[in-house]
């Protein structure tokens, strides 16, 4: 696999030979940041896609010499985000309709209280605390502790200093530890 930096000198020169290598290289990292803010995976799914489609028609457009100095991570990570939070407001534009048959069945378990816990529990309790943070913080902690970007790149992507960057990734951190630690009995109790 090559580097990202001759990635961005392959696309500069046949950006059509080079774009399956983009988005081999970097697919799991913008999959994994719609997944995390978009909170469902055939949305994920959605948002990935379209990253990559907006990408790629930006680098047909975009001169060699631009090419080559582009950072493709975080680059790809800023447009995930950017549709995202336009996903958003054209949704909160959107008027509500809710149908008679809008009420939920409950997940049927098959009567195994023990596999009702284990489907409540676990990625999905984590990805509920998770998403229960502030935007800011959710996204410093998706994108470095998740994605694994460097602080620099987190920070470029959120378009912040990177000290800014630390503090929500490490605000949402104690954010999280506190909801994950399990509670403690209180004293005198059996």
Same mark, same amino acid.
């Given at each position: 696999?090559?580097?990202?930096?001759?990635?961005?000198?392959?696309?500069?020169?046949?950006?059509?030979? &080079?774009?399956?290598?983009?988005?081999?290289?970097?697919?799991?990292?913008?999959?994994?940041?719609?997944?995390?803010?978009?909170?469902?995976?055939?949305?994920?799914?959605?948002?990935?896609?379209?990253?990559?489609?907006?990408?790629?028609?930006?680098?047909?457009?975009?001169?060699?010499?631009?090419?080559?100095?582009?950072?493709?991570?975080?680059?790809?990570?800023?447009? &995930?985000?950017?549709?995202?939070?336009?996903?958003?407001?054209?949704?909160?534009?959107?008027?509500?309709?809710?149908?008679?048959?809008?009420?939920?069945?409950?997940?049927?378990?098959?009567?195994?209280?023990?596999?009702?816990?284990?489907?409540?529990?676990? &990625?999905?309790?984590?990805?509920?605390?998770?998403?229960?943070?502030?935007?800011?913080?959710?996204?410093?902690?998706?994108?470095?502790?998740?994605?694994?970007?460097?602080? &620099?790149?987190?920070?470029?992507?959120?378009?912040?200093?990177?000290?800014?960057?630390?503090?929500?990734?490490?605000?949402?951190?104690?954010?999280?530890?506190?909801?994950?630690?399990?509670?403690?009995?209180?004293?005198?109790?059996?």
């Amino acid at each position: 696999m090559p580097t990202r930096e001759q990635l961005a000198q392959r696309a500069a020169v046949d950006l059509d030979a &080079t774009f399956p290598d983009v988005l081999a290289a970097h697919g799991a990292a913008v999959y994994t940041t719609a997944l995390r803010v978009s909170r469902q995976p055939s949305d994920a799914e959605d948002l990935a896609a379209e990253t990559f489609v907006r990408a790629y028609r930006a680098m047909r457009e975009y001169p060699p010499e631009r090419l080559r100095g582009l950072r493709l991570r975080p680059w790809l990570v800023t447009i &995930t985000l950017n549709l995202w939070r336009n996903q958003l407001r054209t949704a909160a534009r959107a008027p509500v309709t809710v149908g008679l048959e809008a009420g939920h069945e409950p997940r049927a378990t098959d009567g195994d209280p023990e596999r009702a816990v284990l489907e409540h529990q676990g &990625t999905g309790w984590v990805g509920a605390c998770l998403a229960a943070l502030p935007d800011l913080q959710r996204q410093a902690v998706v994108l470095h502790h998740v994605v694994g970007l460097p602080y &620099t790149e987190v920070a470029e992507v959120m378009g912040c200093p990177v000290g800014t960057a630390k503090s929500h990734a490490s605000r949402g951190l104690t954010s999280l530890r506190r909801r994950l630690r399990p509670a403690r009995p209180q004293e005198g109790t059996p």
